[in-house]
């Protein structure tokens, strides 16, 4: 079954300081991963998706197969990160369900 | 900019009631799904529609909810009876290709 975890309910750190958020899937085949984020009182939004390969508000992230892990980084956080972060897997195939991860709250701080 | 619709955007109910949810998806959307999150918890995907076809309704509890995208438009959400346990954010996204854009989402309280 396809499955996404976070492992860090709550993530604090100093703003300009680097910043990583972990997300591991597991899915039999070729998944495509998402990363969405919440701001505070704001929609639920797409932040990045791997197939695109771009960087977002500064922030990347690699899939990684080896190690079923699409982590999400950003080099200096700014206070402005702070929020909810998901991730996110779908498959492939026309109907496959679509998984959120259980999310990590990103706290910068000043 | 185009947005997608919800309402109500709170619901307070007593349980063995209906209730029901609305969605309006952004204009051109085919893909209509529905979600539900517990707090702390991520969304979970409850049925999933392409027009006005339902693909995916592998995890909605189908002895109690219901969904409906009759014109592949818009789209109703019920719940009959509610039970404690439903007891959540119901948000509702639409999409072209891969990005899904929600909703602002309806909060139901059950008591």
């Known amino acids: 079954a396809q499955r996404v975890t976070q492992p860090e309910k709550l993530l604090s750190v100093f703003k300009g300081a680097p910043v990583e958020l972990k997300c591991n899937y597991s899915?039999?085949?070729?998944?495509?991963l998402f990363w969405y984020v919440q701001y505070s009182r704001q929609r639920l939004q797409l932040l990045l998706r791997?197939?695109s390969r771009e960087s977002i508000k500064g922030f990347t992230a690699d899939l990684n197969k080896g190690e079923t892990s699409f982590h999400l980084k950003k080099p200096f956080a700014q206070e402005e990160d702070s929020a909810m972060y998901y991730c996110a897997l779908s498959g492939h195939n026309y109907g496959q369900n679509f998984v959120f991860g259980p999310g990590t709250r990103l706290s910068v701080l000043p | 900019e185009a947005e997608v619709a919800q309402s109500p955007r709170y619901k307070i109910t007593e349980k063995s009631q209906a209730v029901a949810f609305w969605c309006d998806p952004i204009?051109?959307?085919?893909?209509l799904y529905w979600y539900r999150q517990i707090l702390g918890q991520g969304p979970e995907l409850l049925v999933q529609?392409?027009?006005?076809?339902?693909?995916?309704d592998s995890q909605l509890p189908k002895d109690r909810f219901s969904a409906e995208r009759l014109k592949g438009v818009d789209s109703t959400l019920k719940i009959q009876p509610a039970e404690l346990g439903d007891s959540a954010m119901y948000l509702c996204?639409?999409?072209?290709?891969?990005?899904?854009?929600f909703g602002p989402g309806t909060r139901l309280l059950v008591l």
């Open positions: 529609f392409q027009d006005e076809s339902v693909v995916d």
């Open positions: 204009s051109g959307h085919a893909t």
């Open positions: 996204a639409s999409s072209q290709r891969e990005t899904q854009y």
């Open positions: 791997h197939i």
């Open positions: 899915y039999s085949g070729s998944p495509e």
